[in-house]
């Protein structure tokens, strides 16, 4: 057994294929564990492997990807805790090395889909390391701070989805509109939906995200 960083949920294809398998990883919110995103995969094709990891800190019966910096004035403007930020990705990074060994998952098509502080370290990822990741959906999230200057090389024409709430009270839809905006302006290939939902996945997103990945996985 591979040594794994973050615990973890993994979910085999029930159609595999030969040889190695693309894969889907779930990254959770803030507060919640490695459960919470299986339901939206049971949607996905059949053919993808699913692991869905836990953050590595405990919060109020869930865990979290880092704490919050408050310090630019409130929730809609905070910001990742810079260190913690980095840490999580690390693990992230590494839990995926470990199960790409495990699993053995095609490095080539690994794709990331996150909701809230999952989609903010999802994007971060991309912008870090764009050739690691096929696609990514990023839900109700946001580009953090550290990364809104990032002009990496292999960005361009990678697909990219962004769901976004207009009653989300946690994440603004502007924050995430700013963005899709942003990985548009590197060539990323991006979809942005709006959702009139607040801080949660509501039906036509689930659908229009499946969508995404049944194109793109």
Known sequence: MSDFPLEHVHVEPSEPTEGPAPAVVLLHGRGSNEQDLLQIAREFPSHLHVVSHRAPDRLQGGYTWYDLDLSGGGLHQSQPHAEQFERSRNLVRESIEAAIDEYDLDRDRIGLLGFSQGAITSLALLLDDPDD?????????????????????????????????????????????????????????????????????????????????????
């Open 133 to 217: 990741y096929a696609w990514v959906v990023a839900l109700h999230g946001y580009l953090a701070e550290s990364h809104a200057g990032h002009r990496p090389d292999g960005i361009a024409d990678k697909p990219v989805f962004v769901g976004a709430g207009s009653m989300d009270q946690v994440i603004p839809a502007s924050r995430a509109e700013r963005a899709a905006d942003r990985l548009e302006e590197l060539g990323a290939d991006v979809t942005f939906r709006t959702y009139e939902v607040p801080h949660g996945v509501g039906p036509d997103e689930l659908t229009d995200a499946v969508a995404f990945v049944e194109e793109h996985a």
